[in-house]
């Protein structure tokens, strides 16, 4: 599998919240999900009820994009990536490989019954002042990778 740059997975792996970004149609909407990253797969791990105004726009159209950023009012530390992937639900019970990486990740999830998505990226942009003002650093899926 083709993977990011370190540089853009330790961001990823640094962080635990994301903009979810959904639509269907003339609508979209945003929303904020707790994750966890699944470098193996490249792909954001994250819990959200079927019911949810984006978990139902996601079904509709998988087709999505979000962001995760460093809060930072110092322009030479401004650190984000965008991206965009496929959303798709997967298997929540009680064994499954999904279930077990978030809790390992948010212990306290094995309280709330609801539903695991992943989203499966398919491209990247990651901006880092630190490298120098604008860096953009782009990841891309191959053509081949499913």
């Given at each position: 599998?083709?993977l990011p740059?370190?540089?853009?997975?330790?961001?990823?792996?640094?962080?635990?919240?994301?903009?979810?970004?959904?639509?269907?149609?003339?609508?979209?909407?945003c929303?904020?999900?707790?994750?966890?990253?699944?470098?193996?797969?490249?792909?954001?791990?994250?819990?959200?009820?079927?019911d949810?105004?984006?978990?139902?726009?996601?079904?509709k159209?998988p087709?999505?994009?979000?962001?995760?950023?460093?809060?930072?009012?110092?322009?030479?530390k401004?650190?984000?990536?965008?991206?965009?992937?496929?959303l798709?639900?997967?298997?929540?019970?009680?064994?499954?490989?999904?279930?077990?990486?978030?809790?390992?990740?948010?212990?306290?999830?094995?309280?709330?019954?609801?539903?695991?998505?992943?989203?499966?990226?398919?491209?990247?942009?990651?901006?880092?002042?630190?490298?120098?003002?604008?860096?953009?650093?782009?990841?891309?899926r191959?053509?081949?990778?499913?």
């Amino acid at each position: 599998m083709n993977l990011p740059e370190t540089r853009i997975t330790d961001f990823i792996k640094e962080h635990h919240v994301l903009t979810l970004a959904t639509s269907d149609l003339n609508e979209s909407w945003c929303s904020n999900c707790f994750y966890t990253y699944l470098k193996d797969e490249n792909a954001f791990l994250f819990t959200s009820d079927i019911d949810t105004k984006h978990a139902l726009m996601g079904v509709k159209n998988p087709r999505v994009s979000g962001s995760v950023v460093l809060e930072t009012k110092i322009v030479n530390k401004i650190r984000g990536i965008q991206f965009t992937g496929e959303l798709v639900k997967v298997d929540n019970t009680e064994h499954s490989k999904y279930r077990l990486k978030y809790l390992m990740k948010f212990p306290y999830a094995i309280l709330i019954n609801t539903d695991l998505w992943i989203i499966k990226l398919d491209l990247i942009k990651m901006t880092d002042n630190r490298l120098r003002f604008g860096k953009k650093l782009i990841w891309k899926r191959t053509s081949n990778e499913n």
